[in-house]
């Protein structure tokens, strides 16, 4: 694991290329499809690493809109948490998908405020099969976990967790703007 950080208020941001299933944070963020009973890429990597616990208890939540994020146990995980996130499909940007990806962010910091966590970890939403740009998702995603935090005082670690060093540098850049570096 490798990675960047910065200060932004009471809060550190950190940019690193990791496997989200193997972080220790209070909850992990999913990128998960509306029916939230499993998929692919990061969506699979989580259901497989936490167990069929979570799968079961994802049965129990009826699926979630788009934009929007429900909170389940994160069983066999290092989190406590997984915050299951329904990124929007890109459809060439005429169907209000920035601020459905927008959405998702705020909503998991929202669950994170709700259920008193104070670290989390997001994934690049969206920007796998969904096809969302991975740098204006990258700047979405900066720009609303910062101006979100006001909001979630308990919220003071958020890692970026990026797949690959391309889209860490992505979002390093769109962190630049805020806060300041973290000397450690």
């Given at each position: 694991?490798?990675?960047?950080?910065?200060?932004?208020?009471?809060?550190?941001?950190?940019?690193?290329?990791?496997?989200?299933?193997?972080?220790?944070?209070?909850?992990?963020?999913?990128?998960?499809?509306?029916?939230?009973?499993?998929?692919?890429?990061?969506?699979?990597?989580?259901?497989?690493?936490?167990?069929?616990?979570?799968?079961?208890?994802?049965?129990?939540?009826?699926?979630?809109?788009?934009?929007?994020?429900?909170?389940?146990?994160?069983?066999?995980?290092?989190?406590?948490?997984?915050?299951?996130?329904?990124?929007?499909?890109?459809?060439?940007?005429?169907?209000?998908?920035?601020?459905?990806?927008?959405?998702?962010?705020?909503?998991?910091?929202?669950?994170?405020?709700?259920?008193?966590?104070?670290?989390l970890a997001f994934?690049?939403?969206?920007?796998?099969?969904?096809?969302?740009?991975?740098?204006?998702?990258?700047?979405?995603?900066?720009?609303?976990?910062?101006?979100?935090?006001?909001?979630?005082?308990?919220?003071?670690?958020?890692?970026?967790?990026?797949?690959?060093?391309?889209?860490?540098?992505?979002?390093?850049?769109?962190?630049?703007?805020?806060?300041?570096?973290?000397?450690?």
């Open positions: 694991m490798s990675g960047t950080a910065r200060r932004v208020g009471q809060a550190r941001l950190e940019v690193v290329v990791a496997d989200i299933t193997t972080l220790r944070v209070d909850a992990i963020v999913n990128a998960a499809n509306s029916s939230l009973l499993g998929g692919g890429g990061v969506d699979g990597a989580i259901h497989r690493a936490a167990g069929p616990e979570l799968l079961a208890e994802c049965r129990t939540l009826n699926g979630c809109a788009t934009g929007d994020a429900k909170i389940t146990r994160g069983y066999r995980l290092p989190a406590s948490h997984v915050i299951h996130a329904v990124g929007p499909v890109w459809h060439g940007g005429t169907d209000g998908e920035e601020g459905l990806l927008a959405s998702c962010y705020r909503r998991s910091l929202e669950l994170c405020q709700a259920n008193a966590l104070s670290s994934p690049a939403i969206s920007t796998g099969v969904y096809r969302f740009p991975a740098d204006r998702a990258a700047g979405i995603a900066a720009a609303t976990v910062v101006d979100g935090l006001a909001a979630a005082p308990t919220v003071t670690r958020v890692i970026f967790c990026c797949f690959s060093r391309d889209s860490a540098r992505l979002h390093e850049e769109a962190l630049a703007a805020f806060g300041s570096p973290c000397a450690d």
